[in-house]
């Protein structure tokens, strides 16, 4: 099996809510990652945890904020979002970190900022 | 500079009709090149990973082949399914083995 799951599928807030999307996987993999994809555009990364402690960030805005509550989850919080965030939120898992390994990639979420 | 190029940007095929997707990459210790299939609005579906020259993989209707300077995606008699965008990815030695994405091959093909 090498599913990814990922909540909500679809998510409208406003600029100044608060909101989380959830990422799950049950292959043992040991490192998760954040995408974002604006249309006609590939992903783009935004975090990577790797055996639950973040190991990249890409210089992402403070208002996203990523956390790794156990090796299955990865969460991601946001807050005061800008209309521009809006985008396909890709969550991946890899067997591990290193060189040579796939990355499976959730449904996404499709977030819009009002 | 590293650069991942794919092309054509765009390609429509006639139900059967073979061709190829092209990603050519100027990247320093490539550890492994990724093909992933992308439906509209879902997340991208793994396809093959090829690590060396020479290496070859297939899957049905798709054969993913690499050389030092790029890979080809070759779709043998192509159905209306196989409908999407095509990315690749190059993960290189340095820079934590992150992915390196191409802009993808949309690919239409019609009955």
């Known amino acids: 099996d090498t599913e990814v799951t990922q909540t909500p599928k679809h998510l409208v807030m406003g600029m100044t809510n608060k909101k989380s999307l959830k990422c799950e996987q049950h292959?043992?993999?040991?490192?998760m990652y954040w995408y974002k994809q604006k249309a006609k555009k590939p992903p783009e990364l935004m975090f990577v945890y790797s055996y639950e402690k973040l190991s990249i960030n890409e210089s992402v805005p403070s208002r996203f904020s990523p956390e790794c509550p156990n090796s299955s989850l990865l969460n991601l919080h946001l807050h005061a979002l800008q209309p521009e965030d809006s985008a396909l939120y890709l969550c991946a898992s890899s067997q591990d970190q290193g060189a040579g390994y796939e990355q499976y990639f959730g449904p996404g979420t499709r977030l819009t900022v009002t | 500079e590293d650069q991942v190029t794919q092309s054509p940007e765009a390609l429509r095929l006639q139900e059967g009709e073979s061709s190829s997707l092209n990603c050519s990459y100027t990247v320093s210790g490539l550890r492994g090149l990724f093909w992933y299939r992308q439906d509209p609005g879902k997340g991208p579906e793994f396809l093959f990973t090829l690590y060396s020259a020479g290496e070859e993989k297939e899957k049905e209707r798709l054969k993913a082949t690499l050389t030092k300077k790029e890979s080809f995606l070759h779709i043998t008699a192509p159905k209306p399914e196989d409908s999407a965008t095509y990315l690749c990815?190059?993960?290189?030695?340095?820079?934590?083995?992150?992915?390196?994405f191409g802009s993808g091959t949309k690919l239409n093909v019609k009955p």
């Open positions: 990815a190059v993960q290189v030695l340095y820079n934590f083995n992150k992915f390196y």
């Open positions: 292959m043992g993999h040991r490192a």
